[in-house]
């Protein structure tokens, strides 16, 4: 595992939560050289298969940014690379990066950091008092239905209010950035040609999904300042019919397996 007491403080953070994404589609694609400029960045070219936090995007946010992120998926136990402090942690080892604060986002704000959220799905969206927790943990928060699941150009959306924040900031502060990503998200139908809403949703369109990421992913990363260390990951998987299931919120392999990547843009 990478110190994180040497990140912290020298480094801005960026977190991209590919929401929904499912671990096989990502490795399929990448295979297939289908995500040219995801496959550009992950270490070695390919995804790391780890086990979600939580099987639905607030369970798993919630978890992530109290410093429990993705789990290698061999046996641990893993030193976890955030940790707040917590008698009797077994995940906390010398390289964790440890913070006496509710969650990660307080943290690293006093820590010297400007914390910020692009929200994407509905647990990010401020209209209601649970779509307020998550966001409301960073100093600065943005959503708007243009960054949601119904939008086609989701993604688009939120990298174009990713340069304005990234404009406003002073060259001397640290920043640590979270992108929740909507496009995987059902509905995505209309990512795959030929698909239609009477059809719905089906594993293709989530793969034309990832796809259209993969197109915008790269001007993402251009907007971020160096150095910077990044981790790109899925917050849970969902199922398309697998033993009957549809979505999310179970406890099924195709729903805790999630792909996951981290690097440092110098």
Not at 176 to 200: D, I, K
Request: proline share 8%.
């Amino acid at each position: 595992m990478r110190d994180m007491n040497a990140v912290v403080g020298t480094h801005d953070l960026l977190l991209v939560t590919l929401d929904t994404l499912r671990y096989d589609v990502a490795e399929r694609l990448i295979e297939q050289g289908r995500t040219p400029n995801l496959a550009a960045v992950l270490p070695g070219g390919r995804w790391e298969r780890r086990h979600a936090p939580g099987s639905f995007t607030y369970a798993s946010h919630a978890a992530m940014l109290a410093g429990f992120w993705p789990t290698p998926v061999s046996p641990g136990p893993h030193p976890r690379p955030f940790a707040a402090t917590f008698p009797g942690s077994e995940t906390t080892a010398k390289e964790t990066w440890v913070f006496d604060a509710p969650h990660l986002p307080a943290g690293l704000e006093r820590a010297g950091y400007h914390t910020v959220c692009i929200g994407g799905v509905g647990f990010f969206n401020k209209l209601t008092p649970l779509g307020s927790v998550l966001p409301g943990m960073f100093a600065e928060s943005h959503w708007e239905p243009s960054f949601g699941v119904t939008d086609p150009a989701s993604l688009e959306h939120q990298i174009d209010r990713v340069g304005e924040v990234m404009a406003r900031q002073p060259p001397d502060r640290r920043l640590f950035l979270l992108v929740n990503v909507s496009a995987l998200h059902q509905p995505n139908w209309f990512y795959l040609p030929g698909a239609t809403r009477e059809r719905g949703d089906t594993l293709e369109s989530h793969a034309a999904a990832l796809e259209y990421v993969d197109r915008h992913i790269g001007r993402l990363l251009d907007l971020m300042r160096r150095p910077c260390f990044v981790v790109i990951c899925s917050d849970h998987g969902t199922a398309y019919g697998e033993d009957g299931h549809i979505g999310h919120r179970i406890g099924h392999e195709v729903v805790w397996t999630v792909p996951y990547g981290e690097f440092v843009l110098c």
